[in-house]
Nanobody
């Protein structure tokens, strides 16, 4: 199996910063795109940012310029640096990765367990 484990969430005041990490482990041959999603209470899960194997990035408009996604392929890890946090950023943040476990197998999508980010005003 493959699994994703997130860390780095917590409570921060508005304007503060947090850095989320998500490490993939288990039987992994290669990882394609990686990303971060979030889900606030009573709302649907939304895409926050993605990064491809070529390090091309994409962001939802509400975080562009404040959040930075990056990856370290040697560590099978994706990061989300969050600066200028706002109360509306409060949510459970989930990482996501497309993982191929063996040569010739297809890519499957894996999710982390989620980490809470709370921004106080």
């Amino acid at each position: 199996q493959a699994q994703l484990v997130e860390s780095g969430g917590g409570l921060v005041q508005a304007g503060g910063s947090l850095r989320l990490s998500c490490a993939a482990s288990g039987t992994i041959f290669s990882i394609n795109a990686m990303g971060w999603y979030r889900q606030a209470p009573g709302k649907q899960r939304e895409l926050v940012a993605t990064v491809t194997t070529g390090s091309s990035t994409n962001y939802v408009d509400s975080v562009r310029g404040r959040f930075t996604i990056s990856r370290d392929d040697a560590k099978n890890t994706v990061y989300l640096q969050m600066n200028g946090l706002k109360p509306e950023d409060t949510a459970v943040y989930y990482c996501n990765a497309q993982i191929r476990r063996r040569v010739g197998s297809v890519f499957n999508t894996y999710w982390g367990q989620g980490t809470q980010v709370t921004v106080s005003s």
